[in-house]
């Protein structure tokens, strides 16, 4: 279904896309930031932190690592400023980096089982699928973000893969 170098590319993507938005919500105020703009988590730093808290869970099943404190609910206060938001999705994308670099064609196949804590039941579905999941939530929010931002005036990088810088 993929391969590490799928893993690789989707970590170096997710790691680019994720710098262009520390680069610029820097630059923007906190108001800007966190006015509710009628996204599914709000406002920006609301999904920006969501986005974060749901990385820090699925790695932290596929590494073995800490996983997020806050609940699902509490995911849109993981980081009480965009500073430390900053900080904390840099070393979150280092670590999924980190992750994928490791990552070997057998760790893909068979199924993975998990506790969902949202939906208070066990889960297993294909390892394959939740690897990918992982990716595809990021890249959802980051479109919700990426809407946001640009409805605010911003010019936020390029999404495209094919355009992500070698």
């Not at 509490?74 to 670099?101: G, H, N």
Request: hydrophobic share 40%; aromatic share 10%.
């Amino acid at each position: 279904m993929i391969t590490p170098a799928y893993c690789q590319t989707m970590a170096r993507y997710n790691a680019w896309q994720n710098d262009g938005l520390r680069k610029m919500i820097g630059g923007m105020t906190t108001q800007e930031l966190t006015k509710d703009r009628g996204a599914f988590f709000g406002s920006i730093f609301a999904t920006l932190n969501h986005l974060l808290w749901g990385d820090t869970l699925w790695i932290s099943r596929f590494d073995g690592g800490q996983g997020p404190d806050p609940s699902i609910k509490d995911s849109v206060k993981m980081t009480p400023t965009p500073a430390v938001w900053a900080a904390e999705r840099f070393r979150m994308d280092a670590r999924i980096s980190l992750w994928a670099a490791s990552v070997s064609a057998i760790d893909l196949v068979g199924d993975f089982t998990w506790y969902s804590a949202a939906l208070k039941r066990e889960f297993t579905k294909p390892r394959a699928l939740c690897v990918m999941q992982m990716f595809n939530h990021q890249t959802h929010h980051r479109g919700q973000i990426h809407a946001m931002l640009t409805a605010l005036g911003q010019r936020p990088n390029d999404t495209d893969l094919p355009f992500m810088p070698e």
